[in-house]
């Protein structure tokens, strides 16, 4: 399937062989099929179906806005819970989700962890693990970071 990743699962995974190799789609764990390496490929391999995704950690994971029936459909480890359904931005934290990133980011004044920050671009996680903006910027009602010029400085063409 086009744009899906390769679904890497352990060796005590349901039926797929080493590395996720497969002959068929009864050989891979759910929400995945097994797919050709590349194409034209006689090699196959788990792969997870469109909407779901996973990492070194964790077997095929609902997506931002995939439906789910429980928590640990959802990828947990971004930020994420299964609200009403469908897997959303953790409720108890206040965030947003950053398409480019596939995760849950934090918003200032949000909880963060010092070794993963987990805060929006424009700030910081503080030593007592809460995202604050950085000296020099301003918090904006979208819980991001702003710099602004001084009345008279000089700005950056296409800059508003």
């Known amino acids: 399937m086009p744009g899906s990743r390769p679904a890497r699962f352990g060796p005590d995974s349901k039926g797929c062989k080493s590395a996720g190799m497969c002959e068929s789609n009864s050989d891979c764990p759910s929400r995945s099929s097994c797919q050709p390496l590349y194409a034209g490929a006689h090699t196959k391999r788990c792969r997870c179906n469109k909407g779901y995704s996973q990492d070194s950690r964790y ?10 029936s429980k928590l640990s ?3 947990t480890a971004k930020s994420m819970d299964c609200v009403d359904g469908v897997c959303r931005c953790s409720a108890s934290m206040k965030q947003i989700y950053e398409p480019n990133l596939r995760e849950c980011i934090r918003l200032v004044g949000s909880p963060c962890g010092t070794q993963n920050n987990g805060c929006v671009d424009s700030a910081y996680c503080s030593p007592n693990g809460i995202c604050r903006c950085p000296p020099g910027t301003t918090l ?7 710099t602004f010029l001084a ?3 000089n700005c950056t063409e296409g800059i508003s």
């Open 59 to 68: 077997p095929c994971k609902s997506d931002y806005l995939t439906t789910c």
């Open 73 to 75: 459909d959802c990828f």
């Open 140 to 146: 904006m009602d979208n819980g991001k970071c702003s």
């Open 151 to 153: 009345f008279g400085e």
